[in-house]
């Protein structure tokens, strides 16, 4: 299984359009990543069909950085029972 | 500025409103979202410039090359518009920083307004700009735009460019830009330079209008203000904007907000110095014209942006309609304005060409049925009539009157005269297109002759006002050490009776002799001294309010009437507040009743020291008749104060009193404001009352308080 | 005789979803006056009591006069408890009759008589079991009192009820200002507008269908048809719109574009063109501009509605067009299916395609699906702003409210908000 950062990375490719290659752990989702007001929104829900995991929308909006969405899904995920790869 | 003829040197702010290139830094493409809505107003009101977008991941926006930092534009950058989500623009700005950008204009909001996270964001921001040497225009703005075709900047959220015009104005709240951009829109108002200026982080209205003061392309400066910060700093830069050479006037819409620091003040002074009364008297001394609408700004904007400006109070009428005419005459007469009486010659030639049911006398009646022969000819002679400086055409639309040949005479009259025209054209629909000319060639036209009356006062109020000499301040003779020697004895709070007294003293105000006695006897000796009825006025740092507690005797003759008001008084004290500590009791001669006057100072938290000024008792009180000025306050200043109040004629013998010693009023005016000026401990200062006595008695005080800050705020 | 007005079927009331969330449902208008108020009229009541769920005691009890779920209110008095769903028109008994529980065909309480004697006998700590107590200690009857089911009921309903109303309420003429030039068709008789109202020059008023109610301060503006039956509420302000037959407009609303039978309870704005036909709308919507609503289908069959997102209803009628809950609010050119249900403190950001039939209350619609959006808390501060420029404050009674609805309604969301990751997981590129 891939690592949970493989996987937010490439959801967040996906959800932006972007090569996953591209994105680094310390890239914010607006300011290197471009993502748009709405994309916010989408990247949240993308994240939680990903990872079978409901997010509180305020914390998950607040979240700034694809290393910090990282940690945010793996607490969230062993809150919620789900397993990961987080290497 | 830029480079071209007749320019003269560069300026700091030129970057804002002269760059020649600009990165737009958190673009998206979805059309209909604040970040595209402002890319494509740059780009498509004619910048003259180079417009980069900054979007991660997109090739281009609108077809223009976009680049994902700011740091990988290959050229220059002069200015950047943020519109990043407040959390992550500190990253932009340090990399506009390190781009050596000049000035950043950020849209985003989410600072200060929101709360202190965001007011923490904030001070971030400004933090890396004022290191990295760059202008920063907002947060929380809508933008900037100007109308000078070397630059055609419209870096705001305006769909489209208001019209060139000569006309600057500066907001602090988005909501009232669109709106006033649609009311100019609609009565064919240009500006020259927009702005919003939102948070002012960084740039402030002051250095705003500082600029405009030396824009070429600015003759009028508008300004909507809801909290002021540094009023003392508006009021200095406004004096030297509004006189001397190249002075421009500054209109204010200033909603009630100010920034409040300090506590409600007990005195007088403080209750009655509420934020808008002292700004209204304030920001008058500093030349600012306030307004209370828009429709009132534009109305003297336009005045004085298309119009001369006049040389005189002294207007000419000129109507179709004897009703108008009148009301017109007198809201003139009501402002300020004056009727004159023509000259023979023009009383003659008003003769000649008009009927003889025509009113040849100022308003001038060309009656109903007149056509625009008649206008031509009554206009061109109050034009040249020397006791004339302005003229206001009014017109009713009656079935003969030919209203755009009228129009055209109004504008051929404006054009052979440097005197000041206005027109009223009463009849919405029906007078259009007369309007539409008078719009066209720069006469201000209003629906009502009120309107123009008003806006000719503002215009001759400027004029004034510019010419007049600028104020100067010339200290009086006074023992400053002195009165730091008693402050600094005393703590934070009300000072005792003694020390205010003593400090006024210092500072060369009419006190009466007076001594601070520690004992019966003491107190007995020196009303033997004086030889005069005396008052007994017991002195404790915690009694506030002396009569409460029969703190006060009066009319003491002789010193065993003073051994025994000073028993009976201790004793009563003792026995109603035992803990208060007693330091002793000023005993002093009697003064005469008669009329009073009061004096305050207060330490405003926007303006600084200001004075207040009127006359005792019911007049404060109830009439709350009183003036206000900025200390340091000139003899100038001290002798307007004084007959500003409406109460003034009481003090030069109305109703049977005798004339009071007003010069000694107006010296201690004076001093109170160099007092309040020199001792920045001094919070609030109440002289209640000053008995005024006729001008060879000379004036007492009778009563004072001040309230001192602590110890370290000198 | 008090008269007690019962909203306690926690089941039953939620057929009136999406309207009948955030308010008693004696508050649910149909015509000029609201159900409370035609139960008053009817029964002449002296003094008035109300029993509502829990969780709208807070902000109920603050806006009205009456008691709300004061066990005090049972008492010193004769009573009559009556179910809040009971049509008044139909309640013909005698008020001051002997004490009886009067029962539905199902066992469903329709009302109870109980004279002031009797009322001293019943005891319950709460209103149900009090309720219980006087169907054990009282005679019981069977009856078949019609009763409102559903929000389109009244919707249904409205034209009548605007006709009943005006006759029944008696006020006709002209007590406002109407300006010239300006036209009535049918009688002036049939034509009620108010002291403060102003009519500006250019509106045609055709009450040749029905009397028309202009409430106080409604403002009408130019080139504005207002035909009747229809009612307008006090404040409200007409922009130069159709309003068809049919309407019934609370207080505070801003009324543009099209209207055809539909009630807005109060406080809403549709601005602009658009078509708003049977629908009924809750308090402090805003519908964008071109927002605009079917409330016919194409092959003209009965129309059905989802209510709780799950199962559709059928309505029995042809024309039925979208129930929106308070505090929605829709961008401009929102498209909504026949039978559209639109729950409360929902936003909507139009796709250009029709909405589905069913958006659950605080739901997002972004790119075409519900989402969580940006939460919960970013609705409350829009309702905040929204109320405050009217000059209401969003309170934390408010708060608690809709905290309850969101649980209330967490079932669908859920399911939808699920529902949505997935179609949009679906679109994303490989």
């Not at chain 2, 004897?322 to 809201?331: E, L, Q, S, Y």
């Not at chain 3, 029944?168 to 300006?179: C, F, K, M, P, T």
């Amino acid at each position: 299984m891939a690592t949970l950062e493989e996987r937010v990375k490439a959801v967040t490719g996906k959800t932006l359009n972007i090569d996953p290659g591209e994105i680094q752990t310390e890239h914010s989702f607006t300011f290197d990543l471009g993502a748009e007001s709405v994309q916010s929104v989408e990247l949240v829900a993308m994240f939680e069909e990903e990872f079978g995991i409901e997010m509180d929308e305020d914390a998950a909006l607040a979240v700034e950085t694809i290393g910090s969405a990282c940690e945010f899904i793996a607490r969230v995920c062993a809150e919620q029972g789900v397993a990961v790869d987080t290497d | 500025m830029p480079d071209q003829t007749g320019k003269t040197e560069s300026h700091p702010l030129d970057s804002i409103f002269y760059p020649k290139s600009i990165a737009v830094l958190g673009v998206t493409p979805t059309p209909d979202t604040v970040p595209n809505d402002i890319f494509r107003n740059i780009l498509t009101s004619g910048y003259t410039g180079v417009l980069y977008p900054v979007a991660p991941f997109k090739r281009s926006i609108y077809a223009v090359k976009a680049y994902r930092y700011v740091l990988d534009i290959p050229d220059e950058v002069d200015q950047a518009v943020i519109v990043y989500p407040s959390n992550v623009c500190h990253k932009a700005v340090e990399q506009c920083g390190q781009k050596g950008v000049k000035s950043v204009i950020m849209i985003s909001a989410g600072f200060r307004e929101v709360g202190p996270e965001g007011a923490k964001r904030e001070t971030r921001i400004k933090k890396i700009c004022d290191d990295c040497g760059m202008k920063l225009i907002g947060p929380n703005c809508l933008g900037v735009i100007n109308t000078d075709p070397i630059s055609m900047l419209n870096a705001s959220f305006a769909r489209k460019m208001p019209a060139r015009g000569r006309i600057a104005f500066l907001s602090q709240s988005g909501a009232l830009c669109t709106a006033v951009l649609d009311y100019a829109l609609g009565k064919g108002i240009g500006f020259s330079k927009f702005v919003s200026f939102g948070n002012k982080a960084g740039v402030t209205e002051i250095d705003l209008i500082r600029y405009l003061h030396k824009d070429p392309q600015t003759d009028v400066i508008l300004l909507y203000l809801e909290e002021l910060r540094d009023g003392r700093g508006l009021v200095e830069t406004a004096r030297q904007i509004t006189r001397g050479p190249g002075a421009k006037p500054i209109l204010l819409i200033k909603s009630g907000r100010t920034v409040q620091g300090a506590d409600a003040a007990a005195s007088h002074t403080g209750s009655l110095a509420g934020e808008d009364v002292i700004s209204d008297a304030v920001l008058r001394e500093a030349g600012i014209i306030r307004v209370d609408t828009i429709d009132k700004l534009f109305n003297s904007a336009i005045m004085m942006t298309y119009q001369p400006p006049p040389r005189g109070r002294r207007l000419a009428i000129v109507t179709n309609a004897g009703g108008p005419g009148v009301m017109a005459t007198d809201a003139a007469v009501n402002m300020g304005l004056e009727i004159p009486r023509f000259e023979a010659e023009t009383t003659g030639r008003l003769k000649t060409a008009l009927p003889a049911a025509a009113n040849i006398k100022n308003p001038v009646d060309v009656i109903g049925d007149a056509r625009a022969d008649r206008y031509s000819a009554a206009l061109r002679a109050v034009l040249d009539d020397d006791n004339v400086d302005e003229a206001l055409v009014i017109l009713t639309p009656q079935s003969m009157t030919d209203i755009e040949a009228i129009a055209e005479c109004v504008v051929a009259g404006s054009q052979s005269t440097d005197k000041p025209l206005a027109c009223s054209f009463m009849g919405g629909r029906d007078v259009q297109t007369g309007i539409d000319i008078l719009q066209a060639a720069r006469i201000p036209h209003y629906i009502l002759p009120e309107w123009a009356c008003s806006a000719l006062v503002d215009s001759n109020a400027f004029n004034e006002w510019k010419n007049s000499p600028a104020p100067e301040f010339e200290p009086l003779d006074v023992d400053a050490a002195a009165a730091r020697a008693v402050m600094d004895s005393a703590d934070e709070g009300y000072m005792r009776e003694d020390q205010c007294l003593d400090v006024l003293r210092a500072y060369g105000f009419p006190v009466p002799r007076y001594k601070l006695c520690t004992s019966a006897d003491d107190a007995a000796e020196f009303a033997a001294e004086l030889s005069c009825p005396v008052v007994l006025r017991v002195v404790s740092p915690d009694i506030l309010h002396k009569f409460d507690v029969k703190g006060v005797a009066l009319d003491l003759d002789g010193p065993e009437a003073v051994r025994g008001a000073w028993n009976d008084m201790m004793t009563h004290i003792a026995e109603v507040m035992p803990q208060a500590r007693i330091i002793g009791a000023i005993v002093r001669g009697m003064i005469p009743h008669g009329r009073e006057v009061i004096l305050g100072a207060k330490r405003d938290s926007v303006f600084g020291p200001t004075v207040m000024f009127g006359l005792g008792g019911l007049f404060v009180e109830v009439f709350k008749d009183v003036t206000f000025a900025l200390a340091p306050v000139s003899a100038r200043r001290a002798a307007s104060m004084v007959r500003s109040v409406k109460a003034y004629e009481l003090l030069t013998g109305a109703r049977g009193t005798k004339t009071a010693d007003v010069s000694g009023i107006e010296e201690c005016i004076r001093r109170l404001g160099q007092l309040v000026s020199d001792h920045q401990r001094i919070t609030e200062l109440d002289i209640n009352p000053m008995l005024v006595g006729s001008s060879d008695a000379g004036n007492l005080v009778a009563d004072v308080r001040i309230r001192l800050a602590p110890a370290d705020s000198d | 005789m008090k008269l007690i007005l019962l909203d306690i079927d926690a089941e039953a009331r939620r057929n009136f979803d999406p309207v009948g969330l955030s308010r008693p449902l004696f508050e649910l208008r149909c015509g000029i006056t609201n159900l409370a108020e035609k139960l008053i009229a009817r029964t002449r009541a002296d003094d008035v009591a109300c029993f509502v769920p829990d969780y709208l005691a807070g902000v109920y009890s603050a806006e009205s006069t009456w008691p709300v779920n004061d066990m005090g209110a049972l008492s010193g008095d004769d009573l009559l408890l009556v179910n809040a769903r009971v049509k008044a028109d139909s309640l013909t008994i005698e008020t001051a009759g002997p004490s009886e529980v009067c029962l539905s065909e199902d066992g469903e309480l329709l009302y109870a008589r109980v004279r002031a004697d009797d009322v001293e006998k019943i005891e319950g700590a709460c209103i149900n079991s009090w309720i219980d107590n006087a169907r054990q200690t009282l005679p019981t009857v069977r009856a078949k009192l019609p009763t409102w089911n559903y929000a389109w009921d009244l919707m249904l309903a409205n034209p009548e009820g605007l006709t009943a109303d005006f006759a029944a309420l008696g006020r006709s003429g002209i007590e406002g200002s109407v300006e010239q030039p300006n036209a009535i068709r049918g009688s002036e008789k049939d034509v009620f507008i108010a002291p403060g109202a102003v009519i500006h020059p250019m509106v045609v008023l055709d009450a040749t269908g029905g009397p028309i109610y202009l409430d106080e301060g409604v403002e009408v503006y130019p080139f504005t048809r207002i035909e009747g039956p229809c009612y307008v509420g006090a404040g409200s302000i007409l922009l130069g719109a159709n309003c068809r037959e049919g309407n019934s407009i609370g207080p505070v609303c801003r009324i543009g574009g099209e209207l055809e039978e539909s009630i807005i309870q109060g406080y809403s704005n549709k601005y602009h063109d658009g078509f708003l036909g049977h629908a009924y709308v809750g308090q402090w919507v805003n519908l964008g501009a071109q927002t605009s609503n079917s409330d016919l289908k194409n092959d003209y069959s009965a129309v059905s509605v989802i209510l709780d997102g799950k199962r559709p209803l059928d309505t029995g009628s042809t024309k039925v067009g979208a129930l929106i809950g308070d505090h929605t609010k829709t961008s401009i050119g929102t498209l909504m299916n026949t039978g559209s249900v639109v729950g409360a403190m929902a936003l909507i950001m139009a796709t250009g395609e029709p909405l589905p039939k069913f958006i659950p209350s605080f739901a997002w619609f972004l790119k075409g699906v519900s989402t969580k959006g940006f939460g919960k808390k970013k609705l409350y501060e829009t309702a905040r702003m929204a109320m405050s420029r009217r000059g209401k404050e969003f309170t934390g009674a408010h708060e608690a409210m809709f905290d309850a609805i969101f649980e209330l309604t967490a079932e669908p969301r859920v399911a939808a908000i699920k529902k949505g990751r997935k179609q949009m997981a679906a679109r994303q590129h490989p």
